[in-house]
């Protein structure tokens, strides 16, 4: 496989990764403005920091959709890019103190402040059922009825 062909294949693997993530619901947040905004809101957030690697295409992404078949949900879903939108997925970041970064990741904000993670090490090697109801268990405890 020649540069350009490599180029293209990772465009559309990118591409595809962001529209399944868009798919299940989440807004995608490409500036630090929109972050800024998003985490902003009052009520809770999940934000997933989406990545090409394998374990967010074959966990993450799964778990981030087929956790809100659940009674209580985050207010909002919102995703950073790691490695594509890099300010974005900073200034996201500066928002999880106490965390060090990693991608694929789940964060919940609730009002603004960071209140639990799911770290890259929660998730790669993990069955996607067992991320799901870490998430579930946090929603649980932080997030309102639906």
């Given at each position: 496989?020649?540069?350009?062909?490599?180029?293209?294949?990772?465009?559309?693997?990118?591409?595809?990764a962001r529209q399944e993530i868009a798919n299940a619901?989440?807004?995608?947040?490409?500036?630090?403005?929109?972050?800024?905004?998003?985490?902003?809101?009052?009520?809770?957030?999940?934000?997933?920091?989406?990545?090409?690697?394998?374990?967010?295409?074959?966990?993450?992404?799964?778990?981030?959709?087929?956790?809100?078949?659940?009674?209580?949900?985050?207010?909002?879903?919102?995703?950073?890019?790691?490695?594509?939108?890099?300010?974005?997925?900073?200034?996201?970041?500066?928002?999880?103190?106490?965390?060090?970064?990693?991608?694929?990741?789940?964060?919940?904000?609730?009002?603004?402040?960071?209140?639990?993670?799911?770290?890259?090490?929660?998730?790669?090697?993990?069955?996607?059922?067992?991320?799901?109801?870490?998430?579930?268990?946090?929603?649980?405890?932080?997030?309102?009825?639906?």
């Amino acid at each position: 496989m020649n540069n350009i062909d490599f180029n293209l294949f990772m465009n559309d693997a990118v591409l595809q990764a962001r529209q399944e993530i868009a798919n299940a619901g989440y807004t995608e947040l490409k500036t630090t403005e929109e972050v800024e905004a998003a985490l902003a809101k009052q009520g809770t957030t999940l934000v997933m920091i989406n990545s090409i690697c394998g374990c967010a295409g074959g966990i993450a992404r799964p778990a981030a959709n087929h956790s809100l078949h659940y009674d209580k949900r985050p207010d909002h879903l919102v995703t950073v890019f790691a490695g594509q939108d890099k300010e974005a997925t900073e200034k996201a970041r500066s928002y999880f103190t106490g965390y060090a970064p990693s991608s694929p990741s789940f964060a919940l904000l609730k009002d603004g402040k960071i209140v639990t993670m799911i770290e890259r090490h929660e998730i790669e090697g993990h069955e996607p059922m067992a991320v799901i109801q870490k998430l579930q268990q946090a929603f649980e405890q932080y997030c309102e009825e639906v």
